[in-house]
């Protein structure tokens, strides 16, 4: 079975930091661009960051430069996003999805996660 599978979501205080990490099974993350995007309660599913194939990252959220990072783990199957300096607009569930190259667009992805909520509350 090809599954996504998000972890590392929780509760944090404004100015606190979480890696989320996205986990693959059944397929070898290392062929696809990895995507994370993240859905606020009442708001549309907005790409957030994503890595190439080969390592590279793209930044489709400007709200999140210079605090946000994408990762891989070719050896684990593992993609991971660092947050820093996390904001209470942060709040949302962060899902990561699997495609043949970086898009922003959810319908370009091939494989999706089902998510995990991050929530940025003092």
């Known amino acids: 079975q090809l599954q996504l599978v998000e972890s590392g979501g929780g509760l944090v205080q404004p100015g606190g930091s979480l890696r989320l990490s996205c986990a693959a099974s059944?397929?070898?993350?290392?062929?696809?661009?990895i995507v994370w995007f993240r859905q606020a309660p009442g708001k549309e599913r907005e790409g957030v960051l994503c890595?190439?194939?080969?390592?590279?990252?793209?930044n489709y959220a400007t709200s999140v430069k210079g605090r946000f990072t994408i990762s891989r783990d070719n050896a684990k199957n593992t993609v991971y996003l660092q947050m820093n300096s996390l904001k209470p607009e942060d709040t949302a569930v962060y899902y990561c999805?699997?495609?043949?190259?970086?898009?922003?667009?959810?319908?370009?992805?091939?494989?999706w996660g089902k998510g995990t909520l991050v929530t940025v509350s003092s």
């Open positions: 890595i190439s194939r080969s390592g590279g990252g793209t």
């Open positions: 059944g397929f070898t993350l290392e062929y696809y661009a």
């Open positions: 999805a699997a495609s043949g190259s970086c898009s922003p667009y959810y319908y370009a992805m091939e494989y």
